[in-house]
């Protein structure tokens, strides 16, 4: 049974509404001065809609130029990975306390992360504490391949690696931890999971969240969806009861699609109001 520490030194926030969170994880796509010039084209459309947060996460030699682009707007940054540890030799890395100076968000536990690099549940845990230290909001990425879809086993998968992740991580922290949903087997694939088999699997997420923790911590936890989203599709996706935004990758990258997504992602909220 995995431990969680219910952080009792600490009262959870109080209650609010959950909101949508767009990322846009650009993976190693652009250069710097592409990057500079992909955030100028859309940066002031996407200020514009103030009842979405927005994040972009552009590589690492992007980032500081990046939040100089950025400053004085409402939206935010995000890397694509870290190490857990401060500082020391180990070459190639980057650690969060050299993050918090740039950054906001950091996503942890992509698909390609854990395949390419042989990440592990536990390894990921390790990022998400080091990145709360220093007060990075994680955007934990969980998923299950198409075999295991078919198997049965995307609950049993998804929930491990929801419950590995958050060992150790205090109530109040868990509350405002992000957590992406995306199936291995709908990334970059232009195959997306429909509206609502990604909605159960994200209400499944914050059952899961509520059992390790309790139901107030559960409903407060934004979970987003992510594989193959598109302007085309992102309102199936916002219209659900338990998806709380996406996790973009190739859209990102056009700034006309990523400015219809976040517009549309405000269409939906209003909706649903």
Sequence with gaps: MVQINRGNNAPPPPPVQRIPLIAGNWKMNKTVDESLALIDEMLDDLNAYEEVETVICPPFIALFPAMELIEDTEVKLGAQNMYFKDNGAFTGEISPLMLREVCDYVILGHSERRGYFHETNEDINLKVKAALKYDLTPIIAVGENLAQREAGLTEEIIGLQVEIALREVNSYDASGIVIAYEPLWAIGTGRAASGEVANDVC?????????????????????????????????????????????????????????????????????KK
Excluded at 215 to 230: E, L
Excluded at 237 to 248: K, N, P, R, T
């Design 203 to 271: 209400k499944f997420i914050r059952q899961t969240v509520a059992r390790l923790y309790d139901q107030s911590v559960g409903d407060r936890v934004r979970i987003q969806y992510g594989g193959s989203v598109t302007p085309d599709n992102i309102s199936e996706f916002m219209s659900q009861s338990d998806i709380d935004g996406a996790l973009v990758g190739g859209a990102s990258l056009k700034a006309g699609d990523f400015v219809k997504i976040v517009a549309r992602t405000q269409e939906c909220l209003a909706k």
